[in-house]
């Protein structure tokens, strides 16, 4: 039986269902160009993993992001974009980076992080909508360090068939939710947990879908409420949303924040918006 998710045939229902319609389409069209065979020659020559887990355990900070655009607020600032994997490499407050692969939404593909991966020493995240062995095999034969595994895309025996593997392949998980029930479907040893504010099922706040807007209307910030109903033994990452200007909300309950928008457009430059996240994590202690 294939691990792909089937292709939602009828109308969407929310922008989830577009995102992984788009996501099976393009993975078909990945799979006929490079065959699983030539990911699985590829792994044999994979760096090795750094420690993705390690890394967050050291004290509170950034898994820092990059990508070309979002489907909540459209293009990111190019620039920034270009500086961000100097900037996230020089950064005490960086743990980890996060790369967004999803090429149709977010405008960059797994080659992206093998380059980047290169100029930096610290652990990277293949951020996806993972649906398939294959693409847990890919991230790690082009250099990955972890994988996401969304609860609200996979379903408990996935989750678990899923962490098996990567942890096989020497990949760390870190797994998302958005609701309290989704929290029961992640596997009981689960080591990383993130709450994600965005509202990925629902039919609106997408605007950069079509456009480029200055907010993101995507959001529900009492997703963090459930900082407290997570794993006790994981670490804890809030995801989407956070700025310096309310990086108040994840300080206390979080071990990091996933941070992509709020340093990818900053006008004044990355480096200048991290100066941001360290004067408001001083201002917090």
Known sequence: MSSVLPVVQSSFVTFLDQILADVAHELSSTKAARPAADI???????????????????????????KERSPSVGPMRAQNVIDA??????????????ILT???????????????RAQVTKPVLRKD??????????????????????ANVLDAPRLAGFYDLA??????????????????LLPADA???????????STSGFVGATGNSASDFSLAFDAFDLAD????????VAES????????????????????TSLLRDENGIRACLGKFEEALRRSA
């Open 241 to 260: 949303g956070i700025s310096p200007d309310n990086l108040a909300l994840a300080r206390d309950r979080f071990d990091a924040v996933l941070v992509g």
């Open 129 to 150: 909508f993972i649906v398939d062995e294959y693409q847990i095999r890919e991230a790690r034969a082009f250099g990955a360090d972890a994988i996401l595994l969304m």
């Open 191 to 201: 080591a990383i947990v993130g709450i994600n504010s965005r509202k990925f099922k």
């Open 85 to 98: 994997p100097a900037a996230y490499e020089e950064s005490s407050l960086v743990r980890c980076l996060s």
């Open 167 to 184: 942890r096989e392949l020497g990949l760390a998980v870190l797994f998302e939710v958005h609701v309290e029930e989704e929290i029961a």
């Open 40 to 66: 699985r020659a590829r792994l044999a020559d994979a760096p090795p993993p750094r420690d993705f887990a390690a890394a967050l355990a050291t004290g509170f900070g950034l898994i820092a992001e990059i």
């Open 229 to 236: 109903k997570l794993p006790a033994n994981a670490l804890h």
């Open 102 to 116: 999803n090429a149709h939404h977010f405008g960059m593909d797994i080659a992206r992080l093998a380059a980047i």
